[in-house]
């Protein structure tokens, strides 16, 4: 009798065994299925709008043209010409205005005009077009090496104050065309304005200028799109939760005996 409840006890341990296995591959299969499902959906959301990149092309085309092609290297020395015969006074306020428009972004939000993202989803997409912006515009600087038009270094190409703002401008945009297109434009005068008082400070050509502007929307343009997988990554929807210990209390009744199994999986 002993024997034959050792020997059922035995048979009822690896039936849970094989019932605990089959329900924790159920439940592997189910989170691979809800992650693939979650990384499809980012990938739907993320969609790189490739209409969106044939303006930070052309401009940024055009700013690599400048550096070689005869005639709009002309124009950069003709644009600069023409500004220096106005004589405008030096001003410092395109160190301010680049991030006017990301400014704008945050304090519509506190006043309740709500944008596309919440405080924390935003802030992580705008601190990544900045990073994405710096990495293309600070090693392009002492690749490229060109002389400032004050002479001051060669770190000309491309105007990084430029990129900033238009990052910035093209994040507001990003925000709020859905909701208000026309608002979502009002950061483009700030970005314009950095642009044109980095060549009256003469600091930067107008192919510099021109780059900028096109490395600064593009960085933006990566920033949404890589925002789900960067959103996916700090909330760790990857990470598969470990099973919890469960005790499970299970009758059982083999060659004419009756008993009771206690088993625990931890």
């Known amino acids: 009798m002993k024997r034959s409840c050792q020997k059922s006890l035995i048979y009822l341990l690896i039936f849970t065994s094989v019932i605990s296995r089959i329900n924790a591959q159920n439940n592997d299969t189910i989170m691979a299925d809800e992650s ?10 993320s969609k790189l709008n490739y209409k969106s990149l044939i303006i930070p092309a052309a ?15 002309q124009l950069n020395f003709s644009t600069r010409t023409e500004i220096n015969e106005h004589q405008p006074a030096p001003m410092n306020l395109d160190n301010y205005t680049q991030y006017v428009p990301a400014v704008m972004v945050y304090g519509l939000n506190a006043i309740g005009i709500k944008g596309k993202h919440n405080l924390r989803d935003r802030t992580i997409i705008y601190a990544s077009s900045q990073l994405i912006s710096a990495a293309f515009t600070m090693p392009l600087k002492y690749l490229v090496k060109e002389e400032r038009p004050d002479q001051s270094n060669t770190l000309s190409f491309p105007s990084g104050h430029s990129a900033t703002a238009f990052s ?3 994040f507001m945009f990003r925000e709020y065309k859905d909701t208000n297109f026309w608002l979502s434009l009002s950061g483009y005068p ?12 003469d600091k930067h050509w107008l ?15 990566l920033a949404y799109w890589l925002f789900p997988r960067i959103d996916t990554i700090l909330r760790g929807k990857n990470k598969a939760k470990p099973l919890s210990s469960s005790t499970m ?8 005996i009756v008993g009771i199994g206690l088993v625990k999986n931890f």
């Open 36 to 45: 693939k499902k979650d990384s499809l959906s980012g990938i739907h959301t």
């Open 59 to 73: 401009f940024i085309t055009y700013g690599v043209a400048g550096l070689t092609t005869d005639k709009l290297k």
């Open 168 to 170: 910035s401008a093209q």
């Open 190 to 201: 700030f970005a314009i304005f950095t642009g044109v008082y980095r060549m009256l400070n």
């Open 207 to 221: 192919g510099d200028v021109v780059a900028g502007a096109g490395f600064g929307i593009l960085s933006t343009e």
């Open 249 to 256: 209390i299970m009758p059982f009744y083999q060659n004419k």
